[in-house]
T-cell receptor, first 115, second 110 residues
Framework: DTGVSQDPRHKITKRGQNVTFRCDPISEHNRLYWYRQTLGQGPEFLTYFQNEAQLEKSRLLSDRFSAERPKGSFSTLEIQRTEQGDSAMYLC?????????????FGPGTRLTVT | ELKVEQNPLFLSMQEGKNYTIYCNYSTTSDRLYWYRQDPGKSLESLFVLLSNGAVKQEGRLMASLDTKARLSTLHITAAVHDLSATYFCAVGSGTYKYIFGTGTRLKVLA
């Protein structure tokens, strides 16, 4: 299967702990995105990579959040000192370098619960 | 700043009926996407609309885009229970970012 994969699928952590999520995009895609979705809301853009360069960070991404995409392949999203308000579904998407649609393909998401 | 609104937020309809979901957006864009999301699941792509007047159909769903009115519609024909889900529109912002609507939670009653 060549879809977007995310790991872990579920994470329960205590407030104050650090967590890291991984996203593996579709292999030929050079663009990678992170979104956050809270219950009953639409996904909100967090950050965007083109190859290994992080080109935009939303103001939703506080200093406790950091994302990387070494070598332009997989990406990680780390949340330090988690807070209960960080509980959400974290979605990763990727899109390819050709075509006009920039259609994004979404992974299954990582559901984070902070207790 | 681009804002995307959907209505209705909730829709309960009988099987066999028709209905339309509306997606309005605040600034110019010629890229609009519709996704379906089942509870606890990720987003499934339904339609990609890239130009004014674009119309696409798949089964009982048909989507259209009017860039001048900044409006897209998702029309449901003869609804069936399997269509129960949350539907999101997303508008392309710049060359890469999506701004999502608030979602429409559809429940089709037997």
């Amino acid at each position: 299967d060549t879809g977007v994969s995310q790991d872990p699928r579920h994470k329960i952590t205590k407030r104050g702990q650090n967590v890291t999520f991984r996203c593996d995009p579709i292999s030929e895609h050079n663009r990678l995105y992170w979104y956050r979705q809270t219950l009953g809301q639409g996904p909100e853009f967090l950050t965007y990579f083109q190859n290994e360069a992080q080109l935009e960070k939303s103001r939703l991404l506080s200093d406790r959040f950091s994302a990387e995409r070494p070598k332009g392949s997989f990406s990680t999203l780390e949340i330090q000192r988690t807070e209960q308000g960080d509980s959400a579904m974290y979605l990763c998407a990727s899109s390819g370098r050709t075509g006009d649609s920039y259609e994004q393909y979404f992974g299954p998401g990582t559901r984070l619960t902070v207790t | 700043e681009l804002k995307v609104e959907q209505n209705p937020l909730f829709l309960s309809m009988q099987e066999g009926k028709n209905y339309t979901i509306y997606c309005n957006y605040s600034t110019t864009s010629d890229r609009l996407y519709w996704y379906r999301q089942d509870p606890g699941k990720s987003l499934e792509s339904l339609f990609v609309l890239l130009s004014n007047g674009a119309v696409k159909q798949e089964g009982r769903l048909m989507a259209s885009l009017d860039t001048k009115a900044r409006l897209s519609t998702l029309h449901i024909t003869a609804a069936v229970h399997d269509l129960s889900a949350t539907y999101f529109c997303a508008v392309g912002s710049g060359t890469y970012k999506y701004i999502f609507g608030t979602g429409t939670r559809l429940k089709v009653l037997a």
